[in-house]
């Protein structure tokens, strides 16, 4: 889970026996336990269904679902689905993440969660640029 510019609030890894649907109701308990304010979530086409009523019954957030464009052929930017797509290639860069390398779901999610905090600090930390003198 995300924010709107692409920074990690939450991670669940699990295993693939795990429908995402279910796995998204893991990540929601997750993230509702650390940020309260949230109201509104976008997400794709897969977590339609029951789990709207699901986070809206369990925390009062709206899943609101961003769909492909009505005719829409090949590939086409879609508000908001964009956002997630671009942390995924952010952690991508990261040589940890490139494979599955984790035994356990908890060092895979501690892996996404190191990754994400290097690249904020180097964003936090990138020197200024410099100044020409006259």
Same mark, same amino acid.
Request: aromatic share 8%.
């Given at each position: 889970?995300?924010?709107t #510019?692409?920074? #990690?609030?939450?991670?669940?890894?699990? +295993?693939?026996a %795990?429908?995402?649907?279910?796995?998204?109701?893991?990540?929601?308990i997750?993230? *509702?336990?650390?940020? =309260? +304010?949230?109201?509104?979530?976008?997400?794709?086409g897969?977590? *339609?269904?029951?789990? %709207? *009523?699901? !986070?809206?019954?369990?925390?009062?957030?709206?899943?609101?679902?961003?769909?492909?464009?009505?005719?829409?052929?090949?590939?086409?930017? !879609?508000?908001?689905?964009?956002?997630?797509?671009?942390?995924?290639?952010?952690?991508?860069?990261?040589?940890?993440?490139s494979?599955?390398?984790?035994?356990?779901?908890?060092? +895979?999610?501690?892996?996404?969660?190191i990754?994400? %905090?290097? !690249?904020? !600090?180097?964003?936090?930390?990138? =020197?200024? =640029?410099?100044?020409?003198?006259?």
């Amino acid at each position: 889970m995300v924010d709107t #510019l692409g920074l #990690l609030l939450a991670v669940v890894v699990h +295993s693939a026996a %795990i429908q995402d649907r279910d796995g998204a109701k893991l990540l929601f308990i997750r993230a *509702a336990a650390s940020f =309260p +304010s949230i109201s509104l979530v976008w997400a794709d086409g897969g977590y *339609a269904g029951q789990l %709207i *009523a699901w !986070l809206q019954r369990w925390c009062g957030w709206v899943l609101e679902i961003v769909k492909k464009l009505e005719g829409q052929i090949g590939f086409q930017v !879609l508000p908001r689905r964009w956002v997630v797509e671009r942390t995924f290639a952010w952690l991508g860069h990261s040589r940890r993440l490139s494979k599955d390398y984790e035994e356990l779901v908890e060092n +895979s999610e501690a892996m996404i969660q190191i990754a994400m %905090i290097r !690249l904020m !600090l180097h964003r936090l930390c990138r =020197p200024a =640029p410099r100044q020409k003198r006259r």
